[in-house]
């Protein structure tokens, strides 16, 4: 076979990598910018937890000066910030934002099922608001705390009651607002109504597209149910990153658009919104996976804001480099073939060149995207880890399979890698292809036992896992034609379709994450199936 055909599927496969890049890098544009300084947020939800920084230990405290470097940042594109809590150092919150000047706070008391707890919280939140009654606008009595199930609705109200008694700002609960009509009573105890609406965490989960028109519809619903008294959304936003839930996906441009929405609709229509939340939060994911870490509005790492006003909006603001990246792995996965070629006098069939084609530009597309998802879905050592190796494992998979593709090397089977010593096929190539197989194989298991026992959180590594699953499946066109059935293929492969069949009814058709996952499951299921059943010796 001529140089010309490996050359043309070269040139396609980069044609394909610059084209997918650019069409997945197209910015949108709305009508709102998200924050612009010139059209202040009315109020974001405040936490100031940085890097390890977290509430989950007691010992934690947040000094004044860092709460100053986030108030003065913030009193740019906020008049008001709402806490949740006085402890960490948040209690100090009040007198930071004085000193700042032009922040008003709505001051958090954090309730749950420590009574000693939450009467101490009382007691400094009241002292607060009597100290700064100029700054504290507000008090919010519990966040949801019925929710969470950690107090009895008499409980909760005879505390507010207290509450209202000893201050003169008004008085509020805050909580899903299922949870208002589920505990009406509520409702008599409080001045105004706090409700949180968030149209990725509902049951039934709404499309981005939907958010604004169904915070709306929230809203005007509970004005109906509660006519007397003004309701305030209290937390509503967002995710820019995560796991989709059936339709709602977290993206860079889908937070853009539902928060510019959002704040259209209150300004068109005159109603009360905080935002949730001012700040990424690191350690939320660990409570909430990937998703819970980021709702803010600013970034927590470099500390700066996601959608500066006039600057384009993609989900992919580094397209430029990842699109460079893949291209580069495209090149690379053809110069190892043609490399071995040359060492190794060989003329493979076209279907093997093709095969390379479809493993180099599938990798090439997919790598910028892989790697963005592990620097944000990566959590803790083992999170790094796991998709780490996932990722490096759909690297050499590409390289290494298109190596074996033109040479006419079949798939090894497990007991290559492991089997006893006098059967194993010891060739570096086969050793490198089985290590990264099992490797694959073992994360694909994780994942997709994962996603049937505790999917809630879990985030579908569909990019790295593609990557390494399709040369997988094209080194089948070299299978032989004979062979045992070894045991843990047989295992993996069942585990694998069974699983990935749940995940699909579980997950919806609309999450196509899930699909796309289920779909690879699928693949390397029929994959491993058909390499132990033909290409492993009796």
Known sequence: MSLRTPLALLLVS?????????????????????????????????APFRGDQTPLNEWTHIEADQLEQDLRQLKEITDCVRTYSIENGLDQVPA?????????????????????????????????????????????????????????????????????????????????????????????????????????????PVKAKFAASHVEAIRERMAVAFPEKEILIGETGWPSEGRMREGALPSRTNQARVVSEILGLAKALK??????????????????????????????????????????????????????????????????????????????RFSAWLGVGISATSAGILLGIAADKMFYESYGWGGWLQWGMLLLAGILSPIFCAQALVIGRNLPSFLDLLGPLEGRKWSKLSAVLGLTLAVTAVIAAETALGFVFDPRY?????????????????????????????????????????????????????????????????????????????????
């Not at 299921?525 to 492993?536: F, H, M, V």
Request: hydrophobic share 50%; proline share 6%; charged share 20%.
């Open 458 to 538: 879990r985030d579908f590594p569909y990019a790295s896992l593609t990557m390494a699953v399709v040369p997988f499946a094209l080194l089948m066109l070299n299978r032989p034609q004979i062979g045992a059935r070894p045991i843990a293929e047989a295992v993996f492969a069942g585990l694998l379709a069974l699983s990935a069949v749940y995940v699909i009814l579980n997950e919806g058709r609309d999450n196509w994450q899930a699909m796309w996952t289920c779909a690879i499951y699928l693949l390397f299921a029929l994959t491993l199936w058909r390499a132990r059943a033909e290409q492993s010796q009796g």
């Open 271 to 348: 109603f009360r919104v905080n935002l949730i939340e001012a700040y990424d939060q690191p350690w939320k994911r660990r409570l909430e996976g990937t998703v819970g870490g980021y709702w803010g509005l600013i970034d927590s790492v470099r500390r700066q804001l996601k959608y500066p006003p006039g600057e384009p909006i993609s989900n992919f603001p580094f397209w430029k480099w990842y699109m460079g990246a893949g291209m580069v792995l495209s090149v690379l996965v053809f110069a190892v073939a043609g490399i071995t070629l040359r060492r190794r006098p060989w003329t493979p």
């Open 14 to 46: 980069l044609g394909a990598i610059a084209a997918v890049w650019w069409w997945l890098a197209t910015p949108i544009t709305l009508t709102r910018a998200p924050i612009d300084p010139n059209d202040k947020v009315q109020c974001v939800s405040y």
């Open 96 to 204: 930071v934002a004085t000193k700042v000047g032009g922040l008003k706070v709505i001051q958090g008391i954090w309730l749950g099922s420590n009574r000693a707890k939450n009467f101490a919280q009382v007691a400094t939140a009241v002292r607060l608001t009597k100290e700064f009654p100029d700054t504290i606008s507000a008090l919010v009595v519990g966040n949801e705390v019925l929710l969470r199930g950690e107090m009895t609705t008499s409980d909760l109200t005879a505390i507010i009651r207290s509450v209202k008694a000893q201050v003169t700002v008004p008085v509020t609960y805050a909580d899903v607002w299922e949870y208002w009509l589920k505990n009406r009573e509520v409702y008599d105890a409080v001045d105004f109504v706090t409700i949180h609406i968030l149209p990725y965490w509902e049951d039934m």
